[in-house]
């Protein structure tokens, strides 16, 4: 099975400063017949479903905003959001979709001082 | 409009055969290249991948739960199945059905499901 790991668990900043978490596979997940990474952040909201908002590690799904920055490749991936939000208040998953058993990172917490 | 809406037992107890139907809309898992996917979350934890089906009824499970998975589909009537036997009190959570064609791209609210005695 592909692990994911994230880090950190959470973190906390203020509206408007930028903040990166990280997520690192224990295998590539780049597929080189087509050059893409198969990596999916999510965004789960207090008492709401998971949401996409990055595919192929660095797609923004539409509707996104664009603060919201997916970047990596092969093991390494980062998320980046440019200017946090109050709204932004979640915490954020990253997904391996490269192959079966699809693997989920466990997650940062973030939250807005 | 794509939207699914999962529905089970609320509760049930251990050892019984847990079922769940994830109905949707505004796509058909007969197109090419489409798939639905099962994930559940226990309550203030993480994400955990169950079942996978596409729309040439290809299935895939999770082997960390062995052979107690059944995910199956009713194309005619936009639904999809998740069967978990033997449940126990570590089944209790919050399951997810997911459109997939690469990631999960749409998600349903969830339904929540306790095993208790």
């Known amino acids: 099975d592909i692990v994911m790991t994230q880090t950190p668990s959470s973190q906390a900043v203020s509206a408007g400063e930028k903040v990166t978490m990280s997520c690192k596979s224990s295998?590539?997940?780049?597929?080189?017949?087509?050059?893409?990474?198969?990596l999916a952040w999510y965004q789960q909201k207090p008492g709401q479903s998971p949401k996409l908002l990055i595919y192929w590690a660095s797609t923004r799904e539409s509707g996104v905003p664009d603060r919201f920055i997916g970047s990596g490749s092969g093991t390494d991936f980062t998320l980046t959001i440019s200017s946090v939000q109050a709204e932004d208040l979640a915490v954020y998953y990253c997904q391996q979709y490269y192959n079966f058993p699809l693997t989920f990172g466990s997650g940062t917490k973030l939250e807005i001082k | 409009q794509v939207t699914l809406k999962e529905s089970g037992p609320g509760i049930l107890q251990p050892s019984q055969t847990l079922s769940l139907t994830c109905t949707f809309s505004g796509f058909s898992l007969s197109t090419y290249g489409m798939g639905v996917g099962w994930i559940r979350q226990p309550s203030g934890k993480g994400l955990e991948w169950l079942a996978n089906i596409w729309w040439d009824d290809d299935k895939y499970y999770n082997p960390s739960l062995k052979n107690r998975l059944t995910i199956s589909k009713d194309t005619s009537n936009n639904q999809a199945f998740l069967k978990i036997t033997n449940v126990d009190t570590a089944d209790t959570a919050t399951y997810y059905c997911a459109r997939r064609q690469g990631a999960f791209d749409y998600w349903g609210q969830g339904v929540m499901v306790t095993v208790s005695s």
């Open positions: 295998q590539s997940l780049l597929y080189n017949e087509n050059k893409k990474n198969y």
